[in-house]
């Protein structure tokens, strides 16, 4: 090959890599879940209040921070067990807080395989998660894929979140969030659906798989959550929250709840700091209103569900002390 | 931090993965392929061989490292066989030795593939009849890529018997012919006349191949990634959940799965043929633009040309058709329906490729027939003074041909099948889906890219674009390669989808 040849290799080359520092770097700044996490983030390290509450989990997790006194929400969308074990472990070893509760989302389709390998904003995630861990823990090579768009790569495949992030550019800067809780899921209702059946056979088929009910990297990793409260002291909580009745009928079609829920049971109290499952799942069967979509709390919803999670918190405390 | 992930990166990749075989879209072949090319032009050309055995073998154990003694027995026993007809002078003990070979490998992909689906087939029919008994059925894991490399290490040593072959004294050689890693699991099936001496010739570095494989390999990746994998989510969905979907959805569905398989097996192909010529290596053509061709029989000259032609070649034309030195046209059609119903049984062991390959086989024969009074036809209406329409009929018609033909192809099971062709003709809820499906972004999107795929593939037929593209000057052209490198990676689905010719 001649010298011109490899020089202008060389030069494609590099373009390719600016380009791509170039994609890379506008990625982490203007993508719109980047911006909401790292807020969140802001706002939990700028927290000095005592540190109750810590609620972990995806979208589902609708805790009105006003309402819950001494709590931070610190979900984020499509978190699932993998992450929130690594995100928890952070905050107790590297931040200096530490929460009396972590409130666990325990949804039905909180255990599935669908949302184990559900691996979404890694360029968020690389500072918390151990991917190396993580590949093998799961025993896949792929997901040092993940490590790899976390840091280099964050833009790739993700054009949808590109279309947010330019149609919510204004938007975001207005945003409220209160110790991580965002109201703002009002712009639609799902009582006035028309096809409400359709919509959540469509949401369910999304989260869950026939047949499989708990996958086993989830297992692990929610061993691995309930290890690292039980080191520290931690009481841990699990909350299946309100979900529309045909969201529920849909779920049952799939997956066998209370197999799953014996077994989740079953591995938590094993540990001393697990204090109980809270199931509100059912409480809005009869009140779409409530809800944004098949299986999101609108903000009506979310504050009347944390009213009476307040309240049974404190009938549990009350009950714990009286032990 | 870094260092560790390489590390572990390192660690795993040499403990292997089970769950799948290395993947052209996955991020260990964009390490591999590179090391590999830059391991090639650097050893004496005598070692290249080894290299690429090497690295073939290591390709394909990354997936099931046990399963590489199925492809080393095939390739043991061809060689032998090819050996043994090259010194026997008798045609007769020639035979033997090639039917020796055929029953062996015909033998292992029965016992691999068609086991299980042979005895489910006599179990259901004692069921039927109350006899009681039934026969055993195996977990067995079906190697991939079998299909393929069978076929490919078959066709040698049927040519080294028909003499257009001689046999290949060295083993390493062969074996690298039934292995070679770019086309070793999913084709293109390439032929010993074509592969082997460029086996033995030197491949020499040349730029232009390097260009050129690599353009091929990123129309791959925009083919597999940016639309097959998005097409495949729709698809996916509605023919995971029959019953769950009826009309246009259903019909939509089925339809886009001729793109995706399409722009699945044809982009496997174009990144196969891209990393061998990157190296110096030839494959043959696989695809010819199959979905606007104007009837059956030239859909199939062609879809997967590798494999009719190896049917043709192996097969049809090895089919008795002349009695009394004349020629049958009844026999003609009767091979052409058995060659098409074992094309179809290659596909997989389920009934639904059975009915695939005969409705394909009994459409070739209608269409035969019907090709004279279709004639006369054109001549009566006039149609015959306007090509263009009889061109759109003929691609119409070969597009509803084939995609009732995929309702069995992607379904299941037989029944999933049924269910989904009868849903597809209940119309109710049309503009309710209509608005459901137009509301989702990527089915949208993965119809737009479809469009731009024929488009694209329209002009590169009449005026080469890649030639229009090279001729353009230098700032030109390296703002679209890299414009559409990146288009690819901001576009593409990128969760490691299997290929799906890969089942078969």
């Known amino acids: ?323 | 931090m870094p260092l560790r992930v390489y590390l572990t990166e390192i660690a795993l990749f040499c403990t292997f993965d089970s769950r799948l075989p290395m993947l052209f879209n996955s991020f260990e072949y964009l390490i591999f392929l590179p090391s590999v090319v830059v391991l090639y032009f650097t050893l004496p050309v005598k070692w290249r061989w080894l290299l690429l055995l090497f690295a073939s073998y290591f390709f394909y154990m990354c997936w099931k490292a046990e399963y590489a003694i199925l492809i080393l027995f095939t390739t043991l026993v061809d060689y032998f066989v090819a050996l043994k007809m090259g010194r026997e002078p008798s045609r007769k003990k020639k035979k033997r030795w090639l039917v020796m070979s055929i029953l062996v490998n015909l033998g292992m992909l029965a016992g691999f593939k068609y086991l299980n689906f042979f005895s489910e087939s006599v179990n259901a029919l004692m069921q039927i009849t109350n006899s009681g008994y039934s026969f055993p059925l195996y977990h067995i894991l079906l190697p991939v890529g079998i299909s393929f490399y069978i076929f490919q290490s078959l066709s040698y040593t049927i040519d080294v018997y028909r003499g257009i072959q001689p046999p290949e004294k060295h083993f390493g050689k062969f074996a690298l012919y039934v292995s070679f890693f770019p086309q070793l699991v999913a084709g293109p099936i390439e032929r010993s006349t074509s592969l082997l001496p460029q086996i033995n010739a030197p491949r020499p570095f040349n730029q232009q191949n390097l260009i050129s494989g690599l353009k091929l390999i990123l129309w791959g990746f925009f083919k597999k990634l940016v639309i097959a994998d998005r097409l495949g989510m729709f698809v996916g969905l509605v023919y995971e959940n029959p019953g769950e979907f009826n009309g246009l959805p259903v019909i939509l569905a089925t339809m886009l799965f001729a793109f995706q398989l399409y722009c699945d097996f044809s982009g496997y192909t174009d990144i196969a043929r891209g990393s061998a010529r990157i190296m110096g290596y030839e494959l043959m053509i696989n695809f010819n633009r199959p979905l606007i061709a104007t009837s059956l029989r030239d859909f199939w000259n062609r879809w997967h040309i590798s494999l009719t032609t190896w049917f043709r070649d192996y097969l049809l034309y090895s089919l008795p058709y002349i009695r009394d030195k004349k020629i049958i046209q009844s026999k003609i059609y009767r091979n052409l329906v058995i060659t098409f119903l074992l094309m179809g049984l290659w596909h997989g062991a389920a009934w639904t490729f059975i009915i695939f390959g005969l409705f394909h086989g009994l459409m070739l024969v209608v269409e035969s027939l019907a090709e004279k009074p279709v004639g006369r036809f054109h001549e009566l209406t006039g149609i015959n003074h306007h090509p263009g329409i009889i061109k759109a009929l003929g691609i119409a018609y070969m597009f509803i041909m084939v995609v009732f033909s995929l309702f069995f192809f992607r379904a299941n099971s037989l029944e999933n099948s049924l269910i989904l062709l009868k849903e597809a003709f209940d119309f109710s809820n049309t503009a309710e889906s209509l608005k459901a499906m137009l509301r989702n972004l990527e089915f949208v999107f993965g119809i737009l890219m479809v469009i731009l795929l024929l488009v694209a593939e329209h002009f590169h037929a009449k005026y080469n674009l890649v030639k229009v593209i090279a001729a353009r000057p230098v700032f030109v052209r390296w703002t679209v390669y890299i414009g559409f490198i990146f288009f690819v990676l901001l576009f593409g689905v990128l969760h490691q989808q299997k290929f799906i010719y890969f089942q078969f």
């Open chain 1, 1 to 323: 090959m001649k010298g011109k040849s490899i020089k202008r290799i060389l030069l494609f080359a590099a373009l390719i890599v600016l380009v791509n520092i170039a994609l890379d770097l506008s990625f982490k700044a203007f993508s719109v879940h980047n911006i909401l996490n790292r807020r969140m983030d802001e706002q939990f390290a700028a927290y000095n209040d005592t540190l109750k509450y810590l609620a972990l989990g995806n979208s589902h997790n609708c805790i009105n921070t006003l309402i819950l006194e001494n709590s931070f929400n610190y979900g984020s969308p499509s978190e699932n067990y993998i992450q929130s074990y690594y995100k928890l472990k952070h905050i107790l070893e590297k931040t200096g807080k530490k929460p009396e509760y972590v409130i666990l989302q325990a949804d039905i389709s909180t255990y599935g395989p669908k949302i184990a390998d559900r691996y979404e904003y890694n360029s968020y995630w690389i500072d918390y998660i151990d991917y190396p861990e993580l590949a093998r823990i799961k025993g896949d090579r792929t997901i040092l894929t993940k490590w790899l768009e976390g840091r280099f790569f964050s833009y790739a495949g993700n054009y949808k979140d590109v279309q947010l992030s330019i149609l919510y550019r204004i938007k975001i800067k207005t945003l409220e969030m209160h110790n991580g809780y965002r109201p703002h899921r009002d712009y639609k209702n799902f009582a006035d659906e028309t096809n409400k059946r359709k919509l959540a056979w469509d949401k369910a088929n999304l989260f869950l798989t026939k047949g499989v009910y708990l996958d086993n990297s989830i297992k692990i990793y929610f061993e691995k959550i309930l290890q690292l409260c039980q080191a520290n002291k931690v009481s841990v909580i699990l909350v299946r929250y309100p979900m529309t009745k045909e969201f529920n009928d849909e779920e049952m079609k799939i997956v066998p709840a209370d197999k799953l829920f014996s077994e989740i049971e079953s591995i938590a109290s094993r540990y001393p700091v697990y204090k109980g499952l809270f199931d509100y799942h059912s409480i809005f069967f009869s009140h779409p209103e409530y809800f944004f979509d098949p299986d999101h709390l609108n903000i009506k919803g979310s504050d009347l569900f944390t009213r009476q999670f307040a309240r049974d918190m404190e009938n549990l405390e009350s009950g714990l002390s009286a032990e």
